[in-house]
Protein backbone atom coordinates (compact mmCIF):
# COMPACT_ATOMS: atom_id res chain seq x y z
CA UNK A 1 0.00 0.00 0.00
CA UNK A 2 0.96 3.47 0.01
CA UNK A 3 3.14 5.13 2.30
CA UNK A 4 3.80 8.60 2.56
CA UNK A 5 6.91 10.54 5.02
CA UNK A 6 6.34 14.00 6.09
CA UNK A 7 9.12 16.31 7.40
CA UNK A 8 9.70 17.84 9.43
CA UNK A 9 7.45 16.91 12.58
CA UNK A 10 7.84 20.60 13.95
CA UNK A 11 8.56 23.61 12.75
CA UNK A 12 9.19 27.13 14.08
CA UNK A 13 9.01 30.29 12.38
CA UNK A 14 9.25 33.98 13.00
CA UNK A 15 5.68 35.73 11.76
CA UNK A 16 6.25 36.97 8.48
CA UNK A 17 8.69 33.95 7.44
CA UNK A 18 8.01 31.85 5.14
CA UNK A 19 7.55 27.80 5.79
CA UNK A 20 7.82 24.44 3.89
CA UNK A 21 6.28 21.26 4.91
CA UNK A 22 7.50 18.35 2.04
CA UNK A 23 5.77 15.05 1.68
CA UNK A 24 7.20 11.65 -0.20
CA UNK A 25 5.33 9.01 -1.07
CA UNK A 26 5.80 5.64 -2.49
CA UNK A 27 3.02 4.48 -5.15
CA UNK A 28 3.91 6.04 -8.35
CA UNK A 29 0.09 5.85 -9.47
CA UNK A 30 -0.87 7.96 -6.81
CA UNK A 31 -2.32 11.47 -8.02
CA UNK A 32 -4.43 12.94 -5.51
CA UNK A 33 -2.61 14.93 -3.16
CA UNK A 34 -4.40 17.00 -0.29
CA UNK A 35 -3.24 19.19 2.75
CA UNK A 36 -5.05 19.02 5.93
CA UNK A 37 -4.99 21.99 8.85
CA UNK A 38 -6.18 20.81 11.76
CA UNK A 39 -6.00 23.36 15.07
CA UNK A 40 -5.11 22.96 18.68
CA UNK A 41 -8.53 20.73 19.79
CA UNK A 42 -10.36 21.12 16.02
CA UNK A 43 -11.19 18.89 13.30
CA UNK A 44 -8.83 18.90 10.48
CA UNK A 45 -9.73 20.81 7.61
CA UNK A 46 -8.53 20.84 3.88
CA UNK A 47 -6.71 24.23 2.93
CA UNK A 48 -5.41 23.15 -0.52
CA UNK A 49 -5.31 20.22 -3.09
CA UNK A 50 -3.40 19.19 -6.49
CA UNK A 51 -3.92 16.52 -8.80
CA UNK A 52 -1.46 15.12 -10.85
CA UNK A 53 -1.91 17.03 -14.44
CA UNK A 54 -0.92 19.91 -12.90
CA UNK A 55 3.34 21.57 -11.03
CA UNK A 56 1.86 24.20 -8.72
CA UNK A 57 -1.23 25.51 -7.23
CA UNK A 58 -1.71 28.46 -5.19
CA UNK A 59 -4.20 30.07 -3.06
CA UNK A 60 -3.53 33.66 -1.47
CA UNK A 61 -0.28 32.48 0.98
CA UNK A 62 -0.34 29.22 0.51
CA UNK A 63 0.74 27.38 -2.19
CA UNK A 64 1.65 23.32 -3.21
CA UNK A 65 4.16 22.03 -5.61
CA UNK A 66 4.51 18.49 -6.74
CA UNK A 67 7.26 16.50 -8.41
CA UNK A 68 5.92 13.12 -9.67
CA UNK A 69 9.23 11.93 -11.07
CA UNK A 70 10.54 12.52 -7.92
CA UNK A 71 7.24 11.70 -5.76
CA UNK A 72 7.49 14.48 -3.77
CA UNK A 73 5.32 17.61 -2.87
CA UNK A 74 5.39 20.24 -0.22
CA UNK A 75 3.29 23.19 1.16
CA UNK A 76 4.28 26.57 0.96
CA UNK A 77 3.40 29.30 3.40
CA UNK A 78 4.11 32.85 2.33
CA UNK A 79 4.37 36.01 5.15
CA UNK A 80 3.52 33.89 7.63
CA UNK A 81 0.95 35.09 10.65
CA UNK A 82 0.13 33.60 13.88
CA UNK A 83 -3.32 31.85 13.28
CA UNK A 84 -1.32 29.48 10.54
CA UNK A 85 -0.19 27.53 13.89
CA UNK A 86 -1.23 23.93 13.74
CA UNK A 87 -0.52 20.88 12.92
CA UNK A 88 -0.70 20.03 8.81
CA UNK A 89 -1.33 16.94 7.28
CA UNK A 90 -0.35 15.58 3.95
CA UNK A 91 -2.19 12.90 2.18
CA UNK A 92 -1.91 10.62 -0.91
CA UNK A 93 -4.16 8.53 -3.01
CA UNK A 94 -5.30 7.06 -6.41
CA UNK A 95 -8.30 9.27 -7.57
CA UNK A 96 -11.50 7.18 -7.70
CA UNK A 97 -9.67 4.08 -6.49
CA UNK A 98 -7.87 4.24 -2.86
CA UNK A 99 -8.45 5.93 0.33
CA UNK A 100 -6.58 8.15 1.78
CA UNK A 101 -3.42 7.95 2.87
CA UNK A 102 -2.12 10.59 5.77
CA UNK A 103 1.59 11.48 6.55
CA UNK A 104 2.47 11.89 10.39
CA UNK A 105 1.71 15.59 10.56
CA UNK A 106 3.80 18.93 10.90
CA UNK A 107 3.64 20.69 14.11
CA UNK A 108 3.82 24.26 12.93
CA UNK A 109 4.95 27.42 15.19
CA UNK A 110 4.51 31.00 14.44
CA UNK A 111 5.96 33.99 16.78
CA UNK A 112 4.68 36.69 17.01
CA UNK B 1 -26.74 22.81 8.12
CA UNK B 2 -24.69 21.14 10.67
CA UNK B 3 -22.50 18.87 8.72
CA UNK B 4 -20.53 15.87 10.58
CA UNK B 5 -21.80 15.50 13.99
CA UNK B 6 -20.04 12.81 16.34
CA UNK B 7 -21.16 11.51 20.32
CA UNK B 8 -20.04 11.32 22.24
CA UNK B 9 -17.62 13.93 22.88
CA UNK B 10 -15.88 12.75 25.45
CA UNK B 11 -15.68 8.93 27.36
CA UNK B 12 -13.78 7.10 29.75
CA UNK B 13 -13.88 2.95 29.65
CA UNK B 14 -12.71 0.46 31.61
CA UNK B 15 -10.64 -2.35 29.90
CA UNK B 16 -13.20 -4.84 28.44
CA UNK B 17 -16.07 -2.54 28.24
CA UNK B 18 -17.99 -1.71 25.45
CA UNK B 19 -19.35 1.33 23.58
CA UNK B 20 -20.46 2.56 20.27
CA UNK B 21 -19.25 5.94 18.71
CA UNK B 22 -21.87 7.77 16.96
CA UNK B 23 -21.50 9.52 13.69
CA UNK B 24 -23.93 11.78 11.46
CA UNK B 25 -24.08 13.73 8.48
CA UNK B 26 -26.56 15.97 6.72
CA UNK B 27 -24.70 16.50 3.73
CA UNK B 28 -26.51 13.59 1.49
CA UNK B 29 -22.55 12.40 1.18
CA UNK B 30 -22.13 8.95 -0.43
CA UNK B 31 -18.89 7.99 1.73
CA UNK B 32 -18.55 7.53 5.32
CA UNK B 33 -14.91 6.91 7.07
CA UNK B 34 -13.98 6.24 10.95
CA UNK B 35 -10.40 7.66 11.76
CA UNK B 36 -7.87 7.41 14.67
CA UNK B 37 -5.67 10.08 16.01
CA UNK B 38 -2.55 9.17 18.12
CA UNK B 39 0.20 11.57 18.95
CA UNK B 40 2.65 11.39 16.65
CA UNK B 41 0.93 9.17 14.10
CA UNK B 42 -1.43 11.09 11.93
CA UNK B 43 -4.41 10.13 10.90
CA UNK B 44 -5.08 6.42 10.80
CA UNK B 45 -8.31 5.03 8.59
CA UNK B 46 -10.28 2.05 10.47
CA UNK B 47 -12.99 1.43 8.65
CA UNK B 48 -14.78 2.99 5.64
CA UNK B 49 -18.21 3.22 4.10
CA UNK B 50 -17.78 3.71 0.19
CA UNK B 51 -21.85 3.37 -0.27
CA UNK B 52 -24.97 2.77 1.64
CA UNK B 53 -24.53 -1.12 2.05
CA UNK B 54 -21.13 -1.56 1.69
CA UNK B 55 -17.89 -1.61 4.48
CA UNK B 56 -14.55 -2.17 4.17
CA UNK B 57 -11.48 -2.25 6.00
CA UNK B 58 -8.72 0.15 6.46
CA UNK B 59 -5.26 0.15 7.92
CA UNK B 60 -6.20 -0.36 11.92
CA UNK B 61 -9.41 -2.04 11.67
CA UNK B 62 -8.17 -5.04 14.68
CA UNK B 63 -10.29 -4.37 17.85
CA UNK B 64 -13.31 -2.41 15.70
CA UNK B 65 -16.39 -3.10 13.94
CA UNK B 66 -18.61 -0.75 11.87
CA UNK B 67 -22.11 -0.60 11.43
CA UNK B 68 -23.55 1.98 7.85
CA UNK B 69 -26.97 2.37 9.11
CA UNK B 70 -28.17 4.32 6.59
CA UNK B 71 -26.89 6.84 4.50
CA UNK B 72 -26.50 9.58 7.02
CA UNK B 73 -25.13 7.30 9.81
CA UNK B 74 -21.97 5.61 10.08
CA UNK B 75 -20.87 3.78 13.97
CA UNK B 76 -18.02 2.87 15.25
CA UNK B 77 -18.06 -0.45 18.09
CA UNK B 78 -15.80 -1.63 20.62
CA UNK B 79 -16.73 -4.58 21.57
CA UNK B 80 -13.65 -5.17 24.46
CA UNK B 81 -12.21 -1.59 25.00
CA UNK B 82 -8.27 -1.74 25.19
CA UNK B 83 -6.10 0.72 26.81
CA UNK B 84 -4.19 0.05 23.21
CA UNK B 85 -7.71 2.25 21.58
CA UNK B 86 -7.08 5.08 23.74
CA UNK B 87 -7.28 8.06 21.18
CA UNK B 88 -9.04 10.73 19.71
CA UNK B 89 -12.18 9.06 17.02
CA UNK B 90 -13.06 11.34 13.69
CA UNK B 91 -15.49 10.56 11.31
CA UNK B 92 -15.64 11.89 8.16
CA UNK B 93 -17.53 11.95 5.08
CA UNK B 94 -17.16 12.63 1.25
CA UNK B 95 -19.82 13.94 -1.52
CA UNK B 96 -18.76 11.40 -3.90
CA UNK B 97 -15.68 9.43 -4.93
CA UNK B 98 -12.83 8.42 -2.02
CA UNK B 99 -10.99 11.43 -3.00
CA UNK B 100 -13.33 13.82 -2.62
CA UNK B 101 -12.89 16.53 0.48
CA UNK B 102 -13.48 14.98 3.59
CA UNK B 103 -15.60 16.70 5.87
CA UNK B 104 -14.55 15.96 8.86
CA UNK B 105 -16.31 15.76 12.43
CA UNK B 106 -15.72 17.12 15.76
CA UNK B 107 -13.75 13.89 17.36
CA UNK B 108 -15.05 11.69 20.28
CA UNK B 109 -11.73 11.61 22.65
CA UNK B 110 -11.68 8.00 24.01
CA UNK B 111 -9.57 7.00 26.90
CA UNK B 112 -9.32 3.36 28.44
CA UNK B 113 -8.37 2.51 31.59
Known amino acids: GENVEQHPSTLSVQEGDSAVIKCTYSDSASNYFPWYKQELGKRPQLIID?????GEKKDQRIAVTLNKTAKHFSLHITETQPEDSAVYFCAASISGYSTLTFGKGTMLLVSP | NAGVTQTPKFQVLKTGQSMTLQCAQD?????MYWYRQDPGMGLRLIYYSASEGTTDKGEVPNGYNVSRLNKREFSLRLESAAPSQTSVYFC????????????FGPGTRLTVL
Open chain 2, 92 to 103: ASTAGGLTDTQY
Open chain 1, 50 to 54: IRSNV
Open chain 2, 27 to 31: MNHNS
